[in-house]
Structure formats: structure tokens, C-alpha cells
Nanobody
Framework: QVQLVESGGGLVQAGDSLRLSCAAS????????MAWFRQGPGKEREFVAVINRSGGNTVYADSVKGRTTISRDNAKGTVYLQMNSLKPEDTALYFC????????????????WGQGTQVTVSS
């Protein structure tokens, strides 16, 4: 089992950058695929980005591709989401999640979730 705690959210202006962090504790962090999801007001939870166990493979949602980078530090047990050129439509509660397999973007495939960190982007 792994416990996940997100941080780094906040209120920013359009065009700004943020780096979200997700610290894991418990069972070995490096055994999990890690992903970020987000849920905006009145919307379903949606996939943002995923990184495999070694960090050598990443996939991004089209909505964030080119301005977002997911990375991980297995020694620190932390996964990051660097978001640049933020837009008001990026406003959401951002969650990190852990899964045993790579290649799925369905939230139901992820076994462990954090509580989320709020990102609000003003225009």
C-alpha cells in the first residue's frame, strides 16, 4: 500500500507556471506507475499525464501536451507535474494516483489516490 500527498497548487494568473508535487510513503514507490488526474468544477475526473516506473516513458493528454512535464524521483518517492502557460481551463483539483500497470488512462485502474491540490487560474 502507498499513501500519496499532493502539494504545490495555488491561485495564479493565465500564463504563469506551477509545479505540483506528490509525495509517497509506504510500499516501494518505484514499483508503481504514477499519474496525474484533474477534476474541474462540474466535470468528470480526467487524465493529465502518466509516467512509468523508471521514468523513461511518459504520456500526456492532448489538452496539456507541450506545456506540461511529468517527472519522478524514485529516491525521494516523489512525482512532479510542471505546468507552464497555464490557462483558465486548467482550473481543477489535481490528484496524483498510483497503479501497478502502465498504459491506462482510466481512473478506475489506479489503486491509490491522494486528496488533491487545487489549482485556480485567473484570466
Amino acid at each position: 500500500q502507498v499513501q500519496l500527498v499532493e502539494s504545490g497548487g495555488g491561485l495564479v494568473q493565465a500564463g504563469d507556471s506551477l509545479r505540483l508535487s506528490c509525495a509517497a510513503s509506504g510500499r516501494s514507490f518505484s514499483t508503481y506507475t504514477m499519474a496525474w488526474f484533474r477534476q474541474g468544477p462540474g466535470k468528470e475526473r480526467e487524465f493529465v499525464a502518466v509516467i512509468n516506473r523508471s521514468g523513461g516513458n511518459t504520456v500526456y493528454a492532448d489538452s496539456v501536451k507541450g506545456r506540461t512535464t511529468i517527472s519522478r524521483d524514485n529516491a525521494k518517492g516523489t512525482v512532479y507535474l510542471q505546468m507552464n502557460s497555464l490557462k483558465p481551463e486548467d482550473t481543477a483539483l489535481y490528484f496524483c494516483a498510483a497503479a501497478f500497470v502502465f498504459g491506462t488512462y482510466d481512473p478506475r485502474a489506479y489503486s491509490y489516490w491522494g486528496q488533491g491540490t487545487q489549482v485556480t487560474v485567473s484570466s
